[in-house]
């Protein structure tokens, strides 16, 4: 039988182990409310590799809150390029704006406040009120989901929102008084370097006289999780094309896929429609008319959240006025100080691999 889950002794073990053990993460050089917000943001979702260089350019370019909420919506996205999950940079910078314009320029303590900040939801509140903040209390993401879930030994699905709120519930009574942020970061910590969804290094887990799933020999099978509804297949057609040298871009609508970000004209095909049909009312919709016939230049691939998506990408020669305002010219040289999502530089990547005259 495992040891007994004693709040002071399982966190003082797991408290030892972090600080021995810990990352060196640039969030944790300069510890401050803003930039554990950056982070937490940015690691929604996205792995800490990939994080760390955004966070780096982010907090060099835009130091404060203050300097953020003064910063274009064009150039936070532009920062943002690459980093996927556009709606957490607009809801970022929608906060800064928010608290340095009507919140006195500080970020609230609590979680009640925090959650009422744009994007900012129960595990990011929570994660700010303790780090930042040294609130007693315990942020649930799905690297800790799978530390409690293993010691409490609990089998129902863990991404359950009841079970969940039944985790964080008997997590909290772990929290220590003195270093919740730390303890926070330890278990995060934990999940990430020892108790992994496949192959838990459980000899070197400090924590692990007090798992039951490794008592019972259920750490392969603990976790569980729903099944995920399978994602919905689109298929697009893109156009490319050039005027003088410049490639035609346009930015993609609010509360659409890819918002705000730059991309070359495109439609999502209708059922039994053509890609070369979509491609043409993708011009259509800008003002301009087709001469001639479309050239098909590549196609890709890419796996969004809840969107399994294929593209069609076409060269063409087109005529006609734009009558849009979100639409531009663009040479090459552009291209980097645009907000480019992974999506828009693979189907632009093909497009230059083309001359279009």
């Known amino acids: 039988m495992p040891a007994p889950l004693s709040s002071p002794a399982c966190a003082r073990a797991l408290l030892v182990w972090y ?8 969030w944790r050089r300069e510890p401050s409310a803003y930039h554990t917000l950056v982070s937490e943001l940015m690691l929604q979702q996205t792995v800490v590799a990939a994080v760390v260089p955004y ?3 982010f907090t060099t370019r835009f130091p404060t809150l203050q300097a953020l909420a003064a ?25 800064a704006r928010l608290v340095v314009h009507q919140l006195g320029g500080a970020l609230p303590s609590n979680e009640e406040d925090l959650r009422q900040l744009p994007g900012v939801g129960a595990y990011t509140a929570a994660a700010l009120a303790a780090i930042a903040f ?45 270093r919740p942020g730390d303890f926070a970061q330890a278990m995060m910590e934990l999940g990430a370097l020892c108790c992994l969804p496949r192959q838990p290094r459980c ?3 400090p924590v692990a006289r007090f798992c039951r799933a490794r008592a019972q020999g259920a750490t392969g099978s603990i976790p569980l999780r ?18 003088r040298g410049r490639l035609l871009l346009v930015r993609r609508p609010a509360k659409t896929l890819l918002a705000g970000t730059w991309v070359l004209p495109l439609q999502e095909l209708r059922a039994g429609e053509a890609a070369t049909r979509a491609a043409r009312r993708a011009l259509a919709g800008l003002g301009l008319r087709v001469e001639g016939s479309l050239r ?32 531009r010219w663009v040479r090459a040289d552009e291209l980097a100080s645009l907000p480019l999502s992974t999506f828009g530089r693979k189907m632009i990547a093909i497009a230059q691999r083309v001359a279009i005259v």
């Open 19 to 26: 600080h021995r053990k810990k990352r060196d993460l640039p």
């Open 296 to 327: 098909p230049v590549g196609n890709l691939r890419h796996v969004f959240t809840h969107r399994d998506a294929r593209a069609s990408v076409f060269s063409a020669h087109a005529r006609g006025r734009i009558e849009i305002p979100d639409a």
């Open 134 to 178: 040294s609130r007693r209390t315990l942020p649930v993401d799905g690297n800790v989901a799978r530390v409690l879930a293993r010691i409490l030994g609990e089998r129902r699905p863990i991404d359950r929102p009841a079970v969940r709120a039944g985790l964080r519930l008997q997590g909290e009574k772990l929290v220590p008084a003195q």
């Open 203 to 205: 000899p070197q887990c």
């Open 55 to 57: 966070f780096e350019r």
């Open 226 to 243: 729903a099944k995920r509804p399978a994602r919905r297949r689109i298929h697009l057609a893109c156009v490319a094309v050039r005027r």
């Open 71 to 95: 910063a274009r919506e064009e150039d936070v996205l532009a920062l943002w390029s690459g980093l996927g999950y556009y709606s957490r940079a607009r809801h970022l910078h929608r906060t």
